[in-house]
């Protein structure tokens, strides 16, 4: 028969060891008290604000914080403080600056030894579940001792709370947004001319050069009124007028539009044909000069008329007038 195996109860730990381990126990509750809140108003302003590590790190040392705090001393326990402690050798301090990245180098190099002793510890003990023994109690007390320094320093480094330091940085970042966010309207804007930029534009509005006169002052005075009735109102918009050559066709219309545009306010493009030059003899560059006059006089339809010509790809700016003139002036 086999001999019976029976395993002995560790024998009580000295009076005066069972009261250091005691008494650290009650000192790392209080240090965890204290550092607890200003972690989480440190983790609550990084949230969000976009700074490369800062957020990822702060996180990372409130759950360790945490999980210390909750270790019961056995295997489980070990491998997720592994877990935590990987995470925050992890991090990449490249990018930060100044205080910020002292204090997360620091951390590093003293959490990397509590790491080796963490090692040492789970290697030694690899077939226990629960660490029973008086020196493997005061191990892992030691690497909670251990890690609330750790935390601590990189809480309070250099009299400055992580709060206080996350609080700047925000500011900063803040500020940076702010700056940037009043920038945008402009950098929109140049967004903008770069893509009209390449419609053709001529000069042939009503008040360009070598276009008719207007008509004499206290002449014509109620086929114009007419006109502008007809323009303005609700129902008819468009007005044609025919006439045999030098009735005064162009004058009238170069008086209306100068009406529509100086007294009214209304008018929103114009294009005054010409057979002394090329360019306005032609409907060629008609849709793109009335566009571009339209985008000048309304913003509304300056953004679809960009958005269109953004997200174009038929070539409408080498298409045929009249198909330009339906894509570019009828949006």
Do not use: W
Request: include cysteine; aromatic fraction near 6%.
């Amino acid at each position: 028969m086999s001999p019976l195996l029976r395993s002995r109860a560790p024998s009580p730990a000295p009076p005066q060891r069972e009261s250091k381990l005691k008494q650290a126990l009650s000192n790392l509750k209080q240090a965890q008290s204290l550092l607890r809140p200003a972690l989480r108003l440190g983790k609550a302003a990084v949230t969000g604000i976009g700074i490369p590590g800062v957020e990822g790190v702060v996180n990372g040392v409130v759950e360790l914080g945490e999980m210390v705090s909750t270790m019961r001393g056995n295997k489980e326990d070990l491998v997720k403080l592994k877990k935590h402690l990987d995470t925050l050798d992890a991090v990449d301090s490249s990018n930060m600056g100044g205080d910020l990245k002292q204090r997360v180098e620091t951390l590093k190099k003293e959490l990397h030894l509590i790491t080796t002793e963490h090692n040492q510890l789970a290697k030694r003990e690899k077939f226990m579940r629960f660490f029973d023994s008086k020196g493997d109690k005061e191990a892992i007390q030691n690497i909670q001792d251990s890690i609330v320094s750790c935390i601590q320093g990189f809480t309070f480094y250099g009299t400055v709370s992580i709060e206080k330091l996350v609080g700047d940085m925000v500011a900063q970042v803040q500020e940076i947004q702010k700056n940037v966010a009043s920038m945008a309207p402009q950098v929109d804007q140049m967004q903008q001319k770069a893509i009209l930029a390449d419609l053709k534009y001529i000069s042939a509005q009503y008040n360009a050069a070598n276009t008719p006169d207007t008509c004499m002052k206290g002449t014509r005075v109620e086929i114009l009124k007419d006109i502008l009735i007809h323009l303005t109102s609700f129902s008819d918009q468009i007005v044609m007028l025919s006439g045999s050559a030098g009735s005064g066709k162009s004058t009238i219309a170069k008086t209306v539009a100068q009406i529509l545009a100086e007294e009214n306010y209304i008018l929103a493009a114009s294009f005054f044909f010409s057979r002394y030059y090329t360019e306005r003899r032609e409907l060629d560059f008609l849709p793109t000069t009335l566009a571009l006059q339209l985008a000048d006089y309304s913003s509304d339809f300056r953004s679809r008329l960009v958005n269109f010509l953004h997200k174009d790809h038929t070539r409408i700016l080498f298409a045929d007038p009249k198909q330009q003139f339906q894509k570019l002036v009828m949006l």
